[in-house]
């Protein structure tokens, strides 16, 4: 079992940063590829930015370089650095863990709630 705990969402002006995070309670956390996804109504989940468990990054191309993503494995926690948000990075934010050999699985956190707006 799995559970993903997110915090960090809120409203911030066009420019800003917030910061997000993730802890995971599990087992998996080393071995998963682990990150963020977002979601506005309508449209389906993009990622946003992952990191594998060997270091791998990538980010959703619209990040442009103003995301940065980190894992820390000693306490299962995957961290989302938002600078120069803009309006439309406006969605619910979703912590993800997925595990990287059978059998194929993908947890997801509650959502948070990121609303970019003067």
């Known amino acids: 079992q799995v559970v993903l705990a997110e915090s960090g969402g809120g409203l911030v002006q066009p420019g800003g940063s917030l910061t997000l995070s993730c802890v995971e309670f599990g087992h998996l956390f080393d071995y998963n590829t682990v990150g963020w996804y977002r979601q506005v109504p309508g449209h389906p989940r993009e990622v946003v930015a992952r990191i594998r468990s060997g270091g791998t990054i990538e980010y959703g191309d619209f990040v442009q370089g103003r995301f940065t993503v980190t894992r820390n494995n000693a306490n299962n926690t995957v961290i989302l650095q938002m600078n120069s948000l803009k309006p439309e990075d406006t969605a619910v934010y979703y912590c993800?863990?997925?595990?990287?050999?059978?059998?194929?699985?993908?947890?997801w956190g509650q959502g948070t709630q990121v609303t970019v707006s003067p």
């Open positions: 993800s863990s997925a595990t990287e050999n059978w059998p194929f699985r993908t947890y």
